[in-house]
Structures are given as C-alpha cells and as structure tokens.
C-alpha cells in the first residue's frame, strides 16, 4: 500500500535492480509488464508499440505508480 494516498501497489525489481512501485489492478493504457522470476516479481516497461501488441493479445500490463500517486514528486529520489 503506497503510504501517501493509499493505493493497492506491488514491489517489483527492474532489470537494473531497481525497486518500482507498480499499480496492483492492471490499466487499459498500462505500459509495465510484471512477471515472476526466481520467486521475484520483475517489471519491464513495455515500448508505446509492444504495450499495444500486449493489450491487443488480452495481457494485462500496469502502470508505475509514480504516474498515478498524487504525491509522486514527495518520493521522487533527487538526481545525484
């Protein structure tokens, strides 16, 4: 559960190792494909054309939670 508006959000790991925040409920213009691996939940963000081809054969893709939290920038890391 995100701690500032309190939606449902899962914690997956991104190819670089990064933990994302991903909405938990799937998003008809979703861009963020979460599978298992290694017992992990992992997220890859799809290209505007593979997220269409994703949705187009019914699988279900999310969005990052940054793009939805009304309090995104309130957890944002700064640029180093």
């Known amino acids: ?37 290694d017992g992990q939940l992992a997220a890859a963000v799809l290209t505007a054309g593979q997220a269409r081809m994703s949705r187009a054969r019914r699988i279900p893709l999310r969005l990052a939670h940054f793009a939805t939290c009304p309090k995104a920038d309130h957890h944002r890391r700064r640029a180093r």
């Open 1 to 37: 559960m995100c701690k500032s508006c309190r939606a449902r959000i899962l914690w997956a790991t991104t190819r670089d190792g990064e933990r994302m925040p991903v909405n938990a409920d799937p998003a008809s213009n979703g861009n963020v494909l979460l599978a298992l691996q």
